[in-house]
């Protein structure tokens, strides 16, 4: 399907980043290059002779992706939060909405396999890839065996899931403790013994 899209020959991007909360110190930087990455384009000419237009919205606002969109963005930098994109994707890369949009931090497995319509990038690696990396560095330990720590939520939960599927196919580690823990624990030493 192929989106019918107003084509004012105008380019214009919505940032959909992190601006007040505790993402702000990560999204506020982020914000910072997209303006400067616009400001250049626009001092060389903007694209197709005219300015790019970019609108910031912050990602903890609830309306922000509907306020992008109702304002007729072509393309949306963002969301970074992997939880806010598995919740606000959908209505970006929607088929109706013709609308692309690229994470710059969204690395959550679940992404991987998103019904994005061929919407959606990331210029981060998916956790996928990361646990595969994981498991080769351990691996080339020369160690015969590994335990496994992680965050007992289901983000830690599916990286935990990743890295011990990656370690069982290569056949040369013995996984011998899978040990959950808390956000709220404040000493992981017991974890750690474990």
Do not use: W
């Not at 990396?133 to 080339?140: L, N, Q, S, V």
């Not at 996984?175 to 823990?181: A, K, L, M, R, S």
């Amino acid at each position: 399907t192929v989106p019918s899209r107003p084509d004012d020959g105008i380019l214009k991007l919505g940032a959909f980043l992190p601006t007040t909360g505790p993402g702000a110190a990560l999204g506020s930087p982020m914000v910072e290059a997209v303006q400067t990455a616009v400001r250049l384009i626009n001092e060389s000419g903007g694209v197709l002779g005219q300015d790019v237009e970019l609108i910031v919205a912050d990602e903890s606002d609830e309306t922000g992706v509907e306020s992008l969109l109702d304002d007729g963005v072509d393309a949306i930098i963002g969301p970074a939060s992997s939880l806010v994109a598995l919740s606000e994707l959908g209505s970006i890369v929607h088929p109706v909405t013709g609308v692309v949009s690229c994470s710059p931090s969204a690395t959550a497995l679940a992404l991987d396999t998103f019904p994005d319509n061929n919407f959606f990038f990331r210029t981060v690696p998916s956790d996928s890839l990361q646990m595969t990396a994981i498991g080769r560095r351990i691996t080339a330990t020369g160690r015969t065996s590994v335990a496994i720590g992680y965050l007992d939520d289901p983000y830690g939960r599916a990286l935990q899931d990743s890295l011990a599927s990656r370690v069982r196919q290569g056949g040369q580690l013995t996984i011998v403790d899978e040990t959950p823990f808390a956000s709220t624990d404040a000493d992981l030493s017991g974890a750690a013994r474990a």
